[in-house]
């Protein structure tokens, strides 16, 4: 059964500075793996989306790369700014035994202090 | 606006009371799926369904039922609700399934059963 685990489940940065985001999973016999943002009570906004065979993605202060061999993405986020604070999730989509299953992480609230 | 809906946003019911949170996605998405956010649990997939007619049980389907009669709806039923279903349920639609999918969710069905 796929696990996903992000670590830190808090982080708090002052603006300006560059950070990353942890994922890490168990199965890594996966499809693709996404990154999303939560804002409170609010939907989630697909950030960026890497497919198995990429090593990496890039939107604008965004990049997330992908190492699937040892179960891990990251997400950078440069020059933070304090509308990036929010909850960050991490996907990871498998095909276990015919079904189709998307697995997520339990998040990381990041807050950037003004 | 290329988006998906769901209704209600809002809604507090009694044990036992049938009801309905409809989906649609105006993208000509085959995939669709349902999940719901606990605190501590993370997201948790219901169903999904591949296309049409297709459904499938995600890791959390006890005490739910999804109907895929036509392309751009997948409502979620909750024939006898309970407490343990009051939860924040997403509805996500991607072009396709593995693979192909950046998932794209909707804003979020707050339930409250008593």
């Known amino acids: 059964k796929q696990e996903v685990t992000q670590i830190p489940a808090a982080l708090s940065v002052p603006e300006g500075e560059n950070l990353v985001l942890n994922c890490s999973f168990t199965?890594?016999?996966?499809?693709?793996l996404q990154w999303f943002r939560q804002d409170p009570g609010k939907g989630l906004t697909s950030l960026l989306l890497i497919q198995s065979s990429q090593r990496e993605q890039t939107s604008g202060r965004l990049n997330a790369s992908l190492d699937k061999s040892s179960g891990r993405s990251t997400l950078y986020i440069a020059a933070s700014q304090p509308g990036d604070s929010a909850t960050y999730l991490c996907a990871v989509r498998n095909r276990n035994f015919g079904n189709e299953k998307l697995t997520f992480g339990t998040g990381t609230r990041l807050t950037i202090i003004p | 606006e290329a988006q998906v809906t769901q209704n209600p946003r809002y809604l507090i019911t009694v044990t036992g009371k049938k009801l309905t949170v409809t989906c649609s996605q105006n993208?000509?998405?085959?995939?669709m799926s349902w999940y719901r956010q606990d605190p501590g649990l993370g997201l948790r997939q219901i169903y999904y369904?591949?296309?049409?007619?297709?459904?499938d049980k995600g890791d959390v389907p006890e005490g739910y039922k999804v109907s895929r009669k036509e392309k751009r709806n997948f409502p979620l039923i909750l024939e006898s609700p309970s407490p343990n279903q009051t939860s924040l349920y997403f509805c996500a639609s991607s072009l396709g399934g593995a693979g192909t999918g950046e998932l794209f969710f909707g804003e979020g069905s707050r339930l409250t059963v008593l």
């Open positions: 199965d890594s016999a996966i499809y693709n």
């Open positions: 993208m000509n998405h085959e995939y």
């Open positions: 369904s591949m296309n049409v007619e297709v459904t």
